[in-house]
């Protein structure tokens, strides 16, 4: 049985929490690297580990994407209207 089955429609399992102890200029340097690449320290320690099972060939395959935080996409309204006639310039005004 799978987490997926009792999840409601719509949404993820939750994710996976741990303690996590690191040397303290580890740490800095790693909060350091992930504000350079603009994500949190936990989203740059996420990425990494999952970029070292992937080159080891141990990532899973069911893993699914890192979630994407922040605000969500506009909807796509569809493609845009070619038919739709362009802006005729005011009376007198320069082109």
């Known amino acids: 049985m799978t987490d997926d089955a009792s999840t409601p429609a719509g949404r ?3 994710r996976k929490q741990m ?16 504000s350079d690449e603009l994500r949190s320290a936990n989203a740059q320690i996420e990425f990494l580990l999952r970029r070292a099972l992937a080159e080891a060939g141990r990532l899973p ?3 699914g994407p890192i979630p994407r935080r922040g ?12 038919s739709a006639p362009e802006a005729e310039p005011e009376p007198g005004a320069e082109g």
């Open 71 to 82: 605000r969500p996409p506009k909807p796509v309204s569809g493609a845009a209207d070619e």
């Open 61 to 63: 395959g069911g893993a």
């Open 12 to 14: 993820r399992p939750q």
């Open 19 to 34: 303690l996590l102890r690191l040397d303290p200029a580890v740490h800095d340097a790693l909060a350091r690297w992930a």
